[in-house]
């Protein structure tokens, strides 16, 4: 059963849809999985032209586990896919699901590499990227804290940042959080953490509210560092020392945008959760459009636990869309049919809703929308 190669660069079969790069992560997660089964899950040739990043064996692979375990549901044709056939570094010939290894990380590492390459070189709108193993990245000589930094590396960046949408089930609410730091041991956030860094983070939360999301006056919500925001200086000298006089700096510079902070972090996430679980029917008219969590923990604990299976990772800063599923690669269940998609249909949503708003913005600017 094999598998067609697409050849030369991807046509846009109209003029304003997106085309995506879905690099299918690490063959011995989920990745495979949960891509299959959200092409299978809407009607994505109606909204955009995708293409897949990896091998065709694979996906053969991943497809006949699917029918072993979920033979009577209806999964996607191959024959109707389109994959860019990419060759990877080791053999994959001993991979076994829910097993990583150094070739599985190579494996993973050249699908995005060259999803990169092609969408830089102007083939592709965005990329949505599967989850890979960090550690497997490591195994195989590829040192990176994730795929953000791959993507801002081969982007030409380095202006970038981290955050996490998610719409909740119950309200239609949309939350939207920046991490001003990401991967790094605890005791290393508050040295990592300056007026400089926080500046960057806050002007591409702002960059992103207004152009992707259509916000041209956003309310912003700061986090604080330590517990009570410090409650002046008692319980910590970051509150005072800089970050209440950068809040008054970035008020100045953002003249349109209602900068709230440093809100203490144990109550930041009271009003969010109330508009996200509809517990009361005008928080989400009163919270704000975007969060600003200063480390992984304070902006993650609450995103997850409001929406695990339907948060969606995307880089800013970079000149395309990047969306990713907020879980990794889940090699427990690997190669079992049970993994939840949930998380990926809704990165190629917002993967396509934010590269047709990029493509109306610049068609307007160029007068020609």
């Known amino acids: 059963m094999a598998l067609p190669s697409t050849t030369g660069s991807p046509q846009r079969s109209a003029p304003h849809r997106p085309r995506l790069a879905i690099p299918v992560g690490d063959p011995a997660g989920i990745g495979p999985e949960v891509v299959l089964k959200a092409l299978g899950a809407m009607p994505w040739a109606d909204q955009a032209d995708i293409v897949l990043f990896g091998t065709a064996s694979l996906l053969e692979q991943t497809l006949k586990s699917l029918h072993l375990h979920s033979g009577e549901i209806s999964w996607p044709q191959l ?65 990176y804290p994730g795929q953000t930094e791959l993507l801002a590396k081969g982007a030409g960046v380095e202006r970038f940042g981290m955050a996490f949408i998610a719409v909740s089930p119950h309200t239609g609410w949309q939350l939207r959080t920046l991490l001003a730091t990401t991967h790094m041991p605890l005791r290393q956030v508050p040295d990592a953490l300056t007026p400089e860094v926080m500046g960057t983070k806050l002007s591409l939360l702002v960059d992103c509210l207004q152009q992707d999301f259509g916000i041209p006056q956003p309310r912003i919500a700061i986090a604080g560092l330590n517990p009570h925001s410090g409650e002046a200086g008692q319980l910590g000298q970051e509150e005072v020392d800089w970050l209440i006089p950068w809040l008054h700096q970035q008020r100045q510079r953002y003249p349109e945008v209602q900068i709230d902070g440093p809100i203490p972090p144990d109550t930041l996430w009271v009003l969010p959760g109330q508009a996200w679980f509809g517990t009361d029917a005008s928080a989400p008219q009163r919270a704000h459009d975007g969060y600003l969590a200063l480390y992984h923990d304070q902006g993650l604990i609450p995103v997850k636990l409001m929406g695990f299976d339907r948060a969606v990772n995307t880089t800013l800063g970079l000149p395309f869309i990047r969306t990713s599923p907020d879980h990794g690669t889940a090699f427990d269940i690997a190669g079992k049919g049970i993994a939840d998609p949930s998380s990926m ?13 990029r493509h109306q913005a610049s068609a307007k600017s160029l007068g020609r929308g």
């Open 79 to 143: 024959k109707d896919l389109k994959l860019e056939e990419v060759t990877p570094p080791w053999s994959l010939a001993d991979m076994n699901f829910g097993q990583e290894s150094a070739a599985t990380g190579a494996a993973s590492f050249a699908y995005l590499q060259a999803a990169i390459e092609q969408t830089v070189g102007g083939n592709f709108d965005a990329i949505v990227t599967a989850p890979i193993a960090k550690s497997a990245w490591k195994a195989a000589g590829h040192i």
């Open 345 to 357: 249909v809704a990165a190629i949503a917002l993967a396509i809703q934010l590269a047709s708003k």
